[in-house]
Structures are given as C-alpha cells and as structure tokens.
C-alpha cells in the first residue's frame, strides 16, 4: 500500500456496533461482562479502550511494526522502556538529545541504580567503545533536537543486534514519513505523539511500537500496570491527525528547505543547523536513511549575541514564541532557556548548545509569508 492510503486508512475500520466511519471517542472506565470474566475483549479502560486499540493498530502500521502502544506523553513511553531495566544496568545515549529526556534518566532513574552513559553518537565507533556487559539499551534520537545531529540507526544495530542490546530510537523529529528505525533494524521506536503526528498542537501523547511479541507483553504489562495511558478523545485527535500526516509534512519540508537556504544567504546569520545541507555533516546518512530532511531546523546570528538573539525571538508575528514543535502553525523557540533549560549549562555549550541558538519548527503556512516575518525580526 502506498503512503497516502495508508496514513487515511490506518487501523480504522466501520464501528461495529453502528458502522461509524470515524472510530467513536469510547468515553468509558468499564465493559459490562455477561457472566464473571464472559465479556467482548474490553474489561477495564486503563487496560484497554476501543479508541486506544484502533490508533494502536495504526501506530504500528504507519511505522511498519507489528505492535504498538499508545501513552499519555511521550516522556511516559520513554519511561516505560526504561522500566524494562533493572538496577546495575546501563545505557548508552546521546550526548545531545531532547531535554526532558536527559531529566527523566539523570533525575528520575539514576537514583535507581541506572547508569546512563552519554556519548556522540553520530561516531557509531563511540558507541561499541561505551557498551560492556552491564550495557541493556542503547536510546538513539535522530535528527536531534535542537542540533540536528544524524546517527546512521543501521550502523548502530549492526552492533547492538548480535550483543542481544535493545535499540530504542526517539523518531519524533522525523515522523513515519520520513524514517522508519524499525526497518532500519532498531527494537523500539519512541514517539512525541504530541508533535507531527497530534500535528494541531492540540494534544499531549507518546507512542511505543515493537515487532517482537515478548517485547510488546513486557511493555503492555508496564503500561497498564503503571497507567500511563491517554484518554479516548486524546487518540480520536490523533487518528484524526495521522490522516493528514503525509500531506502536512511534504508542506513542512517544503517550507523547511525554502527557509534553511534564506537563512544561510542572509548576511546576518551565522551557523544554520539543517541536514538538508550538503556539507552537514550528517547529509549523506540523512539522505540514505530519510525520505527529506523536515520543517526543523536552528540557527544562530553572525555576532552571535544573546541580546539580538532574544530580540529575534520577540518580535516574529506569525512564529510564535513557544516550546513544542510539529503542529501546523510555526513556531520559534530559545532552546538554552525554553526546551533545554534543565540540561546543565556546562553540559550545553560542551555539545554546541549555546545561548544564542534559535530553534523553528516551521510550519505550514505559505513560505514566503514566513520568510517575510523572518526578514522583518532579524531586521
Ligand atoms: C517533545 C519531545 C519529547 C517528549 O514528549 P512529550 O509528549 O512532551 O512528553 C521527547 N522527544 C522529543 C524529540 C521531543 O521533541
């Protein structure tokens, strides 16, 4: 099946009670039973919901996997894969990846006796050098946010397969459209449903999909044993979402390609961080593991002052001043305060993160509008 029909028709079949097109919003806690433990596959909504399974069944379909499971957040599916884990276990991730996930492992879960241990995974070698015995999970985020940093997710499974290490990447900045880890061999794929795939900044969510049917029993016992599940009229907006997902992200590659290569013209703007470049660093692993290259993407100014940067970041009109990315409406955004804030400063400008970066997540209005605000703020 070819992408387009595939987004549209995604684990979405008539409602069987009413032959409903779109899946109901089952706003329910409980399934009458017939006699004790005689009911129809639904006993308890943390377990299952009739609206969760159908966007579950879509999740996998749309990332290739044969399971799927949906979160209240996306930070609540990293944690879940991270509850696979037991103390004296380690972890490999990379040394630039979104905040809140750095939070959840150094504040959360060290103190449990987990060791995350941080490297530039863009050089797979640093990788195999940081896994011994105790190494269970390697969590990979490509591109990164907010650098656009690009780990080759082949490469890195070429070494975590035949140790038995599970391979979990955060595919949120690239979406199923672009790149899909499963196929390019990783166990696990995370996503910020709340991003590109919620798409209307509408909804907060987070998604696991899996091919291994062990691997999905672990992680189903950990999500309903923990309650970490969204609510059915949070996965009706997002199998709403996924039926456009195709159609919104052509238009933010788009708009993402026009404004990286304005930028890079404009002679007040310095470094633009954007895969679609040739000379990235990552441009030839981007270009063998992603379909394009997305609507995100960051830059900083020429002189590189924290004073005009902020002023920038006040004064787009359509771009708004904001945290999150992914939905329809642009965004901009200061990283080392905003997103960022609670990776430790030192650890920030050690991996290139510095003050005066501005991070976009261009949208899906007309390009030319947005350059046009763009121009106006940088002045
Ligand atoms: C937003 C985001 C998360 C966290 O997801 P929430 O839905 O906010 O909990 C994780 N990874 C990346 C790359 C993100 O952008």
Redesign the pocket.
Known sequence: MKEATKYIHAGTEPDPSTGAIMTPIYQTSTYVQAAPGKHKGYEYARSQNPTRTALERAFAEIENANYALAFS????A?DAVIKLLAPGDEVICAND??G??YRLFTKVFEKFGIKFIYVDTTKVSNISKAINNQTKLVWL?TPT?PLMNITDISAVAAITKPKDILLAV?N??ASPYLQNPIDLGADIIMH????YLGGHSDV???CLMMNSPELRDKLYFIQKSCGAVPGPMDCFLVLRGIKTLHVRMKAHCENGAKIAQWLRRHPKIGKVYWPGFEDHPGYAVAKKQMRDFGGMLSFVLKNDSVEEAMRVLSSTKLFSLAE??GGVESLINHPASMTHASIPKEERIKNGLTDSLIRLSVGIEDADDLIEDLNRAIG
Not at 73 to 76: D, I
Not at 192 to 195: I, L, M, P, Q, R
């Open positions: 957040s996306g930070v609540a990293t990846m979104y809140g996930t985020e946010n955060d949120t900045f910020s449903v709340t991003k907060i969510q987070g999150s990315l």
